[in-house]
């Protein structure tokens, strides 16, 4: 019953990720342009945080930047990318092949870092059969033989509600590590296997929040 | 250049806003499920914090709950929903009729929770004309007369990353209040507008850095 609202899992650990991964983005900008060194001042101001907090964050994981020269952008930028586990490849399945489902899997973003999807499947006839890129939706009949044969890092739910946690136990008994679950609906995992709850409204309503208390 | 890094601009609030969000599925959950009242533990536990953080995340808005009864569940469920601002209509238009669009505009969450798409714009010819629901796709060409006719309080932004900042001057001219943003790319907008960046990638990287830290 943990793991529960996204990143309060492990407080301050989850967010030191979150911000890692907006530095990330910014050191990739910085490099594009040719910049070959930044200071920890000029990080926070990209990132909208202190320095502090920068210094903070980065302490976390070694001793980087020389003092009065800030940080070499490519060296920072791998080391991150490292820390991420970006620098691997991950296999993900995806279970729902829906308009979110197929958004997901068009995203270019999820390539550029290393998360490919090798599996897709889907209960409906309509949809079975049909290709997405050159891979094929599969009934989900077949899902557990499959992922056992191919296995994958990673599950992506973007099931209906009522289908989300009988097919996170599914992802659990092929032994996936993450799942990443779209489907507005608690689920429950056993505590080794990392979850990440994704709901799109989070964001609105911190933007309605602020928009209502002007 | 502020407020890039989603959750970072007004961090202990921010954060505070995500949790009410998750108190408020938590809530919504237990009573749909009869619960009449919940104590700070019990909701804590279902949300993965302590009943200290509860209460101090409650604090900022009222006194809330009665000491050694708790929290009445439809009481603090309204109350929270007003706090975000979910008991409102909010207004939305949609820059980009791609597959992410198009989930986005499908996704029944976020009508749940009173947000409305009433226009759709994009610049691709196959696209404008054909209709989602019963909203005509229109072009990008019409956005800002049809915009100050008929105004929004939010844009979603789901362009290619070119397109983005352009997106957002024609927002930010017709007087929309909140952008959110899912073109993988930083966005200037002036301090007044709210802006959430959604990058659907940091959900992987945490992931991915927990998986790998293994």
Redesign the interface.
Known sequence: ?????????E?VS??T??????Y???LA?LEQNDVVTVSSARLG?????TSAQVRKDLSYFGNFGTRGLGYKVSDLKNTIMK????K?E?KMALFGA???G???F??D??K????FFTRIFDTDPAKIGASWGNIRIQPVSEAEESLQNDPV??GVVTTPKSAAQATVDLMVRVGV??V?NFA?V?VEIPSEI?L?N?????????????????
Do not use: C, T
């Open positions: 019953m943990k793991r529960i609202i996204e990143g309060d899992m407080k989850e967010f990720v979150r911000r890692l991964s907006g990330f983005r910014i900008d101001e990209l990132g909208g945080v820390i991420l586990g970006l691997k991950w829906g308009s979110l197929r958004a997901l068009f995203h973003g999820f550029e870092d290393g998360f890092n990673i590590k993450g990443l507005p608690r990392w990440r994704v709901n799109l409204a989070v964001a609105l309503e911190s933007l309605s929040f602020y928009m209502s208390s002007q």
